[in-house]
């Protein structure tokens, strides 16, 4: 593989870790604003069962998170190889513009670990928070 052709991997890879970011922040909009659009209280049995399910998709989008991240500091270290054989100072300067992938790891941890305890707190304490319009009475009864 030409260090051209890893180059393009790696973009490739960074697009995919844009996009399952994307991913992670559409769902946390998704679930706590449609709680917020129901029209009525939410029973507990709803809220466990919608934060469950949120649970399954944190652990897939997660696990597939620190994937990419592995994969991209794995194809950094092979373009500084290959570079140090060819002699030319692409991979050094596209090591410079990649954050450091032992922090963004760290960061996937905590952004991952803040976005579950929120999630968890909108969903239990959504019908205390969303406002919910009083049910309209019958004139005359």
């Known amino acids: 593989m030409t260090l051209y052709e890893l180059l393009d991997v790696i973009a490739s890879q960074r697009e995919l870790v844009f996009n399952t970011w994307n991913m992670f922040v559409a769902v946390h909009i ?5 709680l917020f659009l129901v029209q009525r209280d939410v029973s507990l049995k709803e809220r466990v069962a919608a934060y469950a399910l949120y649970i399954v998709f944190l ?7 620190v994937v990419n991240y592995d994969y991209i500091g794995l194809l950094i ?5 290959l570079e140090s054989l060819q002699g030319c100072g692409v991979a050094v300067c596209l090591a410079k513009q990649l954050p450091s992938f032992a922090n963004a790891k760290i960061l996937v941890h905590v952004a991952y670990g803040v976005g579950a305890l929120s999630t968890l ?5 959504i019908n205390r928070i969303a406002h919910r319009p009083e049910p309209r009475t019958v004139l005359g009864s």
Do not use: F, H, K, P
Request: neutral net charge.
């Open 77 to 81: 270290s092979e373009a500084r190889a």
């Open 59 to 65: 652990y897939m989008n997660w696990n597939a998170q």
């Open 30 to 34: 998704t679930i706590v604003g449609g």
């Open 121 to 125: 707190l909108a969903v239990m304490l």
